[in-house]
């Protein structure tokens, strides 16, 4: 099969990018050298918990539109740092 766009790296940059363009109409294969999506970013769900398997990531902005967007994907647990 022939892909629009090859994708190298399913972190949260390849992984916004390949969601933007099949949402825009266009076919795009991911592919990545790690076994999970996200690289760091990746968690885990052990029994109900949340485990970042390659150290913490705490999601921060003072952008409504980046906010909005990250929020169409996931439901975010409350921190305050
Ligand atoms: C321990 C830690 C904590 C962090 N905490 C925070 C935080 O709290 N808040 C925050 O905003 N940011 C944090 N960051 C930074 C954040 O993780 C990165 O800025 C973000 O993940 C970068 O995303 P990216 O898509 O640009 O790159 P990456 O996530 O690095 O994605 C690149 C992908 O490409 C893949 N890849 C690379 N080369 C190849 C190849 N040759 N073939 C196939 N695949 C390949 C990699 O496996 C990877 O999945 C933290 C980073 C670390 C390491």
């Keep these: 099969m022939k892909y629009d766009y ?5 972190g949260l940059f390849g992984a916004s990018f390949a969601h933007e ?3 825009a109409g266009k076919s795009v294969l991911v592919i990545d050298k790690r076994p999970n999506i996200a690289d760091n970013v990746y968690t ?3 029994e109900g918990i949340h485990v970042h398997r390659f ?3 705490i999601f921060h902005t003072n952008d409504k539109e980046v906010r909005d967007y990250v929020n169409r994907f996931a439901v975010f647990n409350h921190f305050t740092n």
């Design 44 to 46: 885990q769900d052990v």
């Design 6 to 10: 090859l994708v190298v790296g399913s």
């Design 55 to 57: 150290g913490t990531h």
């Design 21 to 23: 363009v099949k949402a």
